[in-house]
């Protein structure tokens, strides 16, 4: 719902246009002075102001600066005499959306408005995500080239161009919010915002406000109406992350938007269309939840229409190579410019095999970024990595940590089936080179492939 703020000195006549503008749709604020309009704004969501131009104290022509110094997108309709004409012209210079002359139809005043702040809208959205959209959500940054992540794109194509409600989940730092900013932009609401809300960030109470939006006097506090999330991202994405740590009471009114389309403020009584699709992220297992009583079983169902389950690192060290190479050259550009790196040591990149990345691709980021801040070189080497991240993969193998009745065959078969993967993935599964970095014959490392049943491909 568009909110419009009317200014004009005259007490009823913003009362009379308020009135107007609700009956086509819009929510409507009031002002009678340049101070009082100033004071909303601070504290309220505003997509359209529309103000007298004569004013004492204030006048339009003053108000319009300080709205526009404050928020320069924001549009401004000027209401004024034939007197004031030039007046008008001169606001428009000043960056006023349009004027219109007293006295006017109500089919005029609403044409305006509908007009101004679709506009807005559009303005709005396109400079604060164009070079997000363009740079950074297609399919081709989500960098991975196993067979998992390969089924993952396929999946992503089809959902996107649909209005279906998705899950994502997946451990922490697999890059839950990447795939479903990603599920956005290649869909048709590609021109409308994408909210994210950390349903784990907030206490609940926070929370409710933060997604519902509240009216003025809902609580302690409540200074002025706020739109909640649900209106921000109307007609666009909703992405809820961590909606495993709702609440109780939340997953209830979650369920009821997610059925009817509709909400209301916190305090208020008025219904709200939710026209948006939702994505939802968690890192728990919710089928565990609905059993333990702890996550409702009517809302997971209406959560998990496509499911997306994203692989955790270790289990596709196949994408370390190029996840790497996609890191060293975003660092590149923002830390190394004169100098740039052109990748990483032999040893640093064996490191990486080795490593179980427990916070998986975000994990990676982090080590390359900060190699990237200390290496005096063109190459990473293994002085330029963080000193915890070497301790934990040079202490990989304790012997403590091996059960006191494992059997030495099948322990060293565990071994040497990760070193022949490791080896593999290291020479880009080129079999005669792998054989070299082993120390084995090209025949014995063939032979071990088979025994272990890897798929490799088949270059040798």
């Known amino acids: 719902m568009d909110t419009v703020l009317i200014v004009d000195d005259e007490k009823n006549y913003p ?15 009031t002002a009678n002075s340049g101070d009082e309009a100033l004071a909303i704004l601070e504290h309220s969501d505003v997509d359209l102001v529309i103000t007298d131009m004569k004013m004492p104290s204030m006048d339009g022509i003053e108000l319009l600066e300080r709205i526009k110094a404050n928020d320069a997108e924001l549009p401004v309709i000027m209401m004024t005499a034939h007197g004031t004409v030039e007046k008008a012209v001169e ?78 989940s997946g451990e922490s730092g697999t890059g839950k919010e990447l795939v479903s900013r990603a599920i956005h932009f290649n869909s048709p609401r590609r021109d409308r915002p994408f909210i994210a809300v950390n349903c784990s960030a907030l206490a609940e109470s926070l929370l409710e406000s933060e997604l519902f939006g509240h009216e003025k006097g809902a609580f302690t506090g409540a200074m002025a109406m706020k739109k909640g999330r649900f209106e921000l991202a109307e007609g666009g994405t909703l992405f809820l992350d961590e909606i495993g740590e709702l609440s109780a009471n939340l997953q209830v009114k979650l369920l009821r938007v997610l059925q009817d389309k509709v ?45 997306i389950d994203l692989p955790p690192l270790r289990r596709r060290p196949e994408d ?23 990748g990483v040591d032999r040893e640093v990149e064996r490191l990486m095999y080795d490593h179980n990345w427990p916070g998986n ?42 059960p006191a009745d494992a059997k030495l065959n099948d322990t060293l078969a565990l071994i040497e089936k990760k070193m022949i993967e490791r080896a593999l993935n290291l020479t880009n599964n080129v079999q005669s080179q792998a054989a070299d970095l ?23």
């Open 15 to 29: 009362l009379i246009l308020a009135a107007v503008l609700e009956d086509e749709g819009f929510e409507a604020l």
């Open 91 to 168: 606001a428009i210079q000043k960056g006023a959306y349009n004027y219109i002359l007293k006295p006017f139809d109500n089919e005029s005043l609403v044409a305006y408005a509908i007009k101004a702040v679709a506009v807005f809208r559009v303005v709005k959205e396109n400079r604060r995500l164009q070079s997000d959209v363009e740079s950074r959500y297609r399919f081709g940054n989500i960098i991975g080239k196993s067979q998992e992540m390969q089924k993952m794109f396929e999946t992503v194509k089809k959902v996107a161009p649909a209005n279906a409600t998705v899950l994502v």
């Open 263 to 307: 909400f209301e403020r916190v305090g208020g009584v008025k219904p709200i269309s939710a026209n948006v699709r939702f994505i939802a992220a968690t890192n728990r297992n919710l089928r565990e939840a609905v059993s333990s009583g702890i996550f409702r079983e009517d809302l997971f169902f209406r959560l998990n229409v496509v499911s």
């Open 320 to 342: 370390i190579r190029p996840l790497v190479l996609h890191f060293v050259k975003k660092y590149n550009e923002e830390y190394r410019a004169e100098r740039p790196v052109s």
């Open 361 to 402: 691709v975000r994990e990676l980021e982090n080590v390359i970024e900060r190699a990237m801040i200390f290496c005096p070189g063109e190459t990473i080497l293994v002085d330029d990595l963080p000193a915890e991240f070497k301790e934990s993969v040079y202490n990989v193998l304790h012997l403590e940590a091996i």
């Open 438 to 460: 082993l120390g084995i014959g090209k025949s014995g490392l063939n032979w071990k492939i088979k025994k272990f049943k890897l798929d490799i491909g088949s270059r040798s």
